[in-house]
C-alpha cells in the first residue's frame, strides 16, 4: 500500500484488495472475530499475528476510506489483549488455546515485542478523533510500565521476559526501545517513560550492536511448545531477520528523542 501510493500499478491494487478479502472473508476467526490459527491447537491465539494483522487492517483503513478496517484493528488489539495478557506478570503470554481455555507455558520475549509494534503502528495511522483511541493508548501504556519491570540492569530484556537465566535478547529489546521511544515522541505517553527507551538503546548498543553494525543475539523464528526448555534452547543469531529492522527502527526514534529533549 505504501508502495502504491506512489505507484500505481494495478497487480499492486490487486495484491492489496486480495489481501484484504483474505483477511475478512478467508481467515479463521473465534466466533468473537478474533483472529486465530488452526494449529498447534484448533483455534489458538498466537500473539505475533497481532502484527501480521493489525498493520495491515489499519493501513486498509487508510487506503480504502472504509472505518470497517480500522474498527477490526481496534478490535484485535483489545481481544489479544484479553485472551493473552497475564494479570498477575502484567506481560503476554505467547499463545492462548481457546479450544482448551487456557494459554501456553511462556511469556517469550518477541511476541510481547510483536503486540507492542501492532499497537503503535495502529496509533500511528488511526485519525486522532477515531472513537476507543484511547482505550488503545491506555493498552500500549499498560504494556509499558509491565514490560518495564522485567528490564535488567544492562538495559535489555530477556529471551522469555521473566526468567532472567534465559540470554538477553536483541529484537524484543529493540522494539520495546522503539515502541517506548514512538510513544514518547508523538506524545501518548509521558515522556518521563523516555528513559526506559534510552537505557535499552544503551544496552543494545554496549551488548548487541557490534562495531561494524551488525547486529548479535536475535532469536531465530520460533513456533509455540508446551515445554519452556524449547524457548530456552531457540538458537540466537547475527542479523536474523526478525530483528535487524527493529534496530534500526529503534535507532530512528532514538534520534528523535535525543532531538527533542536538546531542544
Known amino acids: 500500500m505504501d508502495i502504491y501510493e506512489k505507484i500505481k500499478r494495478p497487480d499492486y491494487k490487486e495484491y492489496i484488495e486480495n489481501g484484504a478479502t483474505r483477511i475478512t472473508k478467508g481467515q479463521e476467526r ?22 501480521m494483522s493489525v498493520p495491515f487492517l489499519v493501513r486498509l483503513g487508510r487506503f480504502t ?24 506478570r502484567e506481560i503476554y503470554w505467547h499463545c492462548c488455546y481457546s479450544d482448551l481455555k487456557r494459554n501456553g507455558v511462556a511469556h517469550w520475549g518477541r511476541c ?17 478523533d477515531y472513537p476507543k483511541r484511547d482505550l488503545i493508548i491506555k493498552n500500549l501504556e499498560k504494556q509499558i510500565i509491565g514490560i518495564s519491570k522485567y528490564q535488567g540492569p544492562d538495559g535489555l530484556w530477556h529471551q522469555i521476559l521473566d526468567r532472567s537465566d534465559s540470554y538477553t535478547e536483541s529484537s524484543c529489546s529493540a522494539m520495546f526501545v522503539y515502541g517506548i521511544a514512538m510513544a514518547v515522541n508523538e506524545g501518548w505517553i509521558d515522556k518521563r517513560y523516555s528513559s526506559i527507551a534510552v537505557r ?13 553494525g551488525q547486529v548479535k543475539d536475535i532469536c531465530v523464528g520460533t513456533g509455540i511448545e508446551d515445554d519452556m526448555v524449547f524457548y530456552y534452547q531457540r538458537p540466537a543469531r547475527t542479523n536474523e531477520k526478525h530483528g535487524f529492522g527493529p534496530v534500526i527502527d529503534a535507532g530512528i526514534e532514538i534520534i528523535r528523542l535525543k532531538n527533542t529533549n536538546s531542544k
Do not use: C
Open 30 to 51: 473465534l466466533e468473537d472475530g478474533t483472529l486465530v490459527r488452526t494449529f498447534p491447537h484448533e483455534m489458538t491465539i498466537w500473539a505475533d499475528d497481532l502484527y
Open 200 to 212: 535499552g538503546w544503551n544496552g543494545l548498543i554496549k551488548e548487541k550492536i557490534l562495531p561494524d
Open 112 to 128: 510481547n515485542g510483536w503486540v507492542m509494534l501492532a499497537q503503535v503502528h495502529l496509533l500511528n495511522i488511526l485519525p486522532k
Open 65 to 88: 476510506g472504509d472505518n470497517k478496517y480500522y474498527d477490526d484493528a481496534i478490535h484485535q488489539v483489545l481481544k489479544f489483549s484479553d485472551y493473552l495478557w497475564d494479570e498477575g
